[in-house]
């Protein structure tokens, strides 16, 4: 089984300054650490970039829209315009199989909306998911907290066949 680590939208915009998501230094500081870890181990890093649109601070060229974590010239960079990375990019999920991933550990922004999607997809391709607790983050909202917020979407995505690790 060959695992690849997918970082979705960790992106300038969503993790600095006034638009931050709640506790965006200690999650940055998770999100590092793990990349670093799967660097060291040999597991391939994928990051996904959502093309906003305009005039949001995420769309292509603004600074928000840049990654936070710089990939290396060997990692992936997978930009997309929809919640589901596999629904703006048709063919990814034969190109990741054709590179021999049959597991795809899920990290990022933002639980409910891009992680939720992205890996729900995933798993509709028939992908093994991994969904680390406490390593998605979202917004607070009318309907709750982000902490509780992203607890929910780890239930309900391991309810449909994710695991924690």
């Not at 590092?32 to 649109?53: C, K, S």
């Not at 990741?96 to 795809?104: I, M, N, P, T, W």
């Not at 998605?136 to 309900?156: E, K, V």
Request: hydrophobic share 40%.
């Amino acid at each position: 089984m060959s695992r690849l680590l997918v970082v979705v939208d960790v992106q300038v915009v969503l993790v600095a300054g006034d638009y931050a998501v709640p506790n965006a230094e200690d999650f940055l500081s998770k999100w590092g650490a793990r990349i670093e870890e799967a660097r060291e181990e040999g597991t391939p890093v994928m990051f996904v970039q959502n093309d906003g649109e305009e005039p949001w601070d995420d769309a292509p060229g603004h600074p928000g829209w840049e990654l936070y974590f710089t990939p290396l010239p060997t990692e992936r960079v997978v930009r997309k315009t929809t919640k589901s990375v596999f629904a703006s990019n048709p063919s990814l999920a034969d190109e990741l199989r054709a590179g021999g991933f049959d597991e795809l550990e899920m990290i990022g922004l933002q639980s409910e909306l891009c992680v939720f999607e992205s890996s729900k997809s995933a798993l509709s391709e028939g992908f093994k998911v991994v969904l680390p607790v406490g390593m998605h983050a979202t917004y607070d909202a009318d309907y709750g907290l982000a902490a509780n917020i992203s607890q929910d979407i780890q239930r309900t995505l391991e309810e449909l066949g994710a695991t924690s690790n």
